[in-house]
């Protein structure tokens, strides 16, 4: 899984995608939203939707 943030918009958006580059989760906060805030509702989203599946995150100090 990898995280992607566009802060190019107003509202950053998180996401999590697998090692094809699908889309497994999305968070979008406002810009003042802290990077935790947003990791742990993305993991969360993640852990629902790969279960027992998700072996590996790759994340950055934010986090």
Do not use: W, Y
């Amino acid at each position: 899984m990898g995280c992607h943030r566009t802060s190019a918009s107003p509202s950053p958006l998180r996401s999590a995608l697998d090692a094809l580059g699908l889309v497994i989760g999305v968070v979008v906060q406002a810009a003042s939203a802290h990077d935790n805030t947003a990791g742990t509702a993305l993991l969360g989203q993640v852990v629902e939707r790969c279960g027992m599946r998700l072996q590996k995150a790759l994340v950055d100090q934010g986090f």
